[in-house]
């Protein structure tokens, strides 16, 4: 029996020498929830007959392989080590199947009780069926019109493309395409029935004497059209196919690929050519290959559209909510004195405002995807807008204006920019995520390296290993062949080679593998505390500094600091009621409390009183003077992630500070202190 599964799976099979009823074949990828699910109803259904279950798993990373063997022992379990793809999967299942009828099923589906016997029952009624699918419901309750359908020719097609399938569903002419135009309660034989559930007679695939049959499915198509050319092969054969309302199934649809991926759209309309190639003759063929080209073309075009409206979308935000505040505050101060409005003031003094204030968070990289949520870039963003628009008044008298108005718009400006970017990103992903391909030693050094960073520049989440065990340690998140899985479905920004563990070849055959996801690409080297990437080295470890600690550095200057630190302060000095409100929201002795305490001294920075980002007062002895740290509001020890710190760790940390202190990284250490350990 195992000769006949490809020499990629690892099969267990439960043996039976009973006549069997009903094959069901569940091909499965990453939807372990909703297979688990499926299996259930199965299980769950009527009883009278004799029903065998395979589940072919593609190279899942969700742990599906172990819950079915978990949690389900008497399914037929197929394990492929990678994703042969939805036919060919099938196709596994269906050599070795036992029944005398097929069950075809998505994994993300629900059977009714009386689904099995129902669909035999119509079988055995009608000899003549070679294929038999029913009632498909989306999640909602709504009728699935893909339950039934004809095949695609250049008139349906055409009707389909330019939506009068749609206008005019219960148009014989029109609605063909999904058959819209029959009662769903009325049985019908039809052109071709949906993969998600589709019943199969055996002979119809293998003929009377294992000949003569269709055939199975075709495994040049991938992921879409096989249930399209496996119905018109079984009519080709001599066969009916049939639609039956008198029992339904619930598809959640597309659980396991993602619709809106460009991948998906090739997939999608390249199964299409590959029908009309392979079925369709002379000027039919040419047409409709023509119009799905077209169609290809229009879906990639409105993607390009898509894509740069989403783009447009943040700077255009920012545009409007600076615009508006400074346009609106010149207003106000022109209704307090009582003077008439000048056009000029909204041609230039309002307008190079939000100008200079995008130009600055572009500079600052607050619109690259990873940074869109950050505050960082736009509280820079908009406090190079303040100078440039005083710059220019002082230079330029014409459009001088009130000082009150321009000093105002920065916190006001600020604070929109601030709650747009909350609203939008209210969820967003935080730090960037991390993968490590290599062996557990490595990736356990990398994560504590990463532990004892001020600043990480990503979080490790596991690694992925050819050659540990996927049960090894939690870290371990699967093998090499799960990288593009583990990027789409969890999210991964990075994906770090250990060297020593992952050969050259295997490296770059990795990276063109993922070219088209957009990750980045990073080398751990043996011993080594540094990341390699693209245009830059990483740090990941403040050890790694402490050889530089005689080395000479370019501080940033103290004007600088005194800057932004104030500048900072008379942003957040209108804000401190709702400081010193929200504070107590927070737990009394609360790392969030206590930060909260530390913004209501601000006032203290803006007079030069105070630092708002230093260290604290028991570490001052130990940082020597020619490192301008003073005691502050917010000590740089804030963004450790472990309080046991030892006098080395300190002086690292500070040192860190020293060599890459900036606008952003005093923003993290503000917002670190609030993080709640």
Request: overall charge neutral; glycine content about 8%; proline content about 4%.
């Amino acid at each position: 029996m195992s000769d006949n599964v490809s020499s990629h799976a690892e099969t267990v099979l439960v043996p039976s020498t009973d006549e069997v009823d009903v094959s069901v074949v569940i091909v499965n990828y990453n939807v372990s929830d909703f297979l688990a699910q499926a299996l259930r109803s199965i299980f769950q259904s009527d009883q009278s007959l004799k029903v065998e279950v395979l589940v072919v798993d593609n190279n899942s990373i969700d742990g599906s392989v172990d819950m079915v063997r978990d949690q389900f022992p008497q399914v037929h379990l197929i394990a492929n080590t990678e994703n042969t793809g939805f036919g060919s999967a099938n196709n596994q299942a269906i050599r070795i199947a036992r029944g005398r009828h097929i069950l075809i099923l998505n994994p993300d589906t629900i059977i009714q009780e009386d689904t099995l016997k129902t669909m035999v029952r119509f079988m055995d009624e009608h000899p003549d069926a070679g294929a038999l699918g029913c009632q498909i419901l989306n999640p909602d309750g709504t009728f699935a019109p893909e339950s039934r359908r004809s095949f695609p020719t250049p008139k349906i097609a055409f009707y389909r493309m330019i939506g009068l399938g749609r206008l005019f569903p219960s148009s014989p002419r029109f609605g063909k395409y999904n058959l819209t135009y029959l009662p769903r309660d009325q049985a019908s034989e039809v052109d071709a029935l949906s993969g998600s559930c589709m019943m199969v007679r055996r002979k119809a695939l293998f003929g009377a004497n294992e000949e003569g049959g269709s055939g199975l499915f075709d495994e040049d198509f991938f992921m879409y059209g096989e249930d399209l050319d496996l119905c018109f092969r079984i009519q080709e054969a001599g066969w009916k196919v049939w639609y039956t309302p008198e029992t339904w199934i619930i598809h959640y649809k597309g659980e396991s690929t993602k619709k809106g991926e460009i991948r998906y759209v090739k997939l999608f309309y390249g199964a299409m050519l590959l029908f009309i190639e392979k079925h369709m003759n002379g000027s039919q063929s040419s047409i409709l290959t023509s119009m799905l080209r077209a169609g290809i073309m229009v879906r990639a075009g409105m993607s390009v559209i898509m894509n740069g409206i989403r783009r447009a979308l943040p700077p255009f935000m920012d545009f409007a909510a600076v615009y508006l505040s400074v346009a609106t505050l010149g207003t106000l101060r022109w209704i307090q004195t009582d003077i008439s409005s000048s056009t000029l003031f909204f041609l230039t003094t309002a307008l190079a405002y939000p100008i200079a204030t995008v130009l600055g968070i572009a500079i600052g990289g607050g619109y690259r995807n990873p940074n869109l949520h950050r505050i960082g870039p736009a509280l820079s963003g908009v406090i190079g807008g303040f100078f440039f628009v005083a710059s220019l008044s002082y230079f330029v008298q014409d459009i001088a204006f009130s000082r009150w108005v321009v000093g105002l718009s920065l916190p006001v400006s600020f604070v929109f920019l601030a709650i747009w970017r909350g609203i939008i990103y209210r969820r967003r992903r935080g730090p960037r995520r991390a993968v490590l391909v290599g062996n557990a030693p490595e990736a356990s050094r990398l994560a504590r390296l990463l532990a004892g960073h001020p600043r990480p520049p990503f979080t490790l989440l596991g690694y992925v290993s050819d050659d540990s065990p996927l049960k090894a340690d939690t870290l371990c998140l699967g093998r090499t062949s799960h990288l593009r899985d583990l990027v789409r479905l969890r999210g991964f920004d990075d994906i770090v080679f250990a060297a020593q563990d992952v050969s050259n070849q295997s490296i770059f055959s990795v990276m063109r593998s993922l070219e088209d996801l957009s990750v980045q690409f990073r080398m751990l080297h043996e011993g080594q505390e540094h990341v390699i990437g693209k245009s830059s080295i990483s740090q990941v470890s403040v050890g790694s500094l402490k050889s530089e600690f005689t080395e000479v550095v370019h501080l940033r200057s103290s004007l600088a600091k005194t800057v932004f630190e104030r500048s900072l302060s008379l942003v957040l000095l209108p804000l401190l009621p709702f400081i010193w409100l929200i504070s107590r929201m927070f737990a009394p002795e609360s790392n969030a409390r206590n930060a909260a305490f530390m913004l209501l001294h601000t006032p203290l920075v803006l007079i030069g009183k105070a630092h708002l980002i230093g260290c604290r007062k028991e570490d001052v002895e130990w940082i020597p003077a020619s490192w301008n740290i003073d005691k502050g509001l917010f000590p740089v020890t804030n963004t450790m992630r472990t309080k046991e710190l030892n006098r080395d760790e300190i002086v690292r940390a500070y040192w860190y500070y020293v060599t890459h202190q900036g606008y952003s990284l005093d923003l993290d250490i503000i917002l670190a202190s609030f993080r709640n350990d």
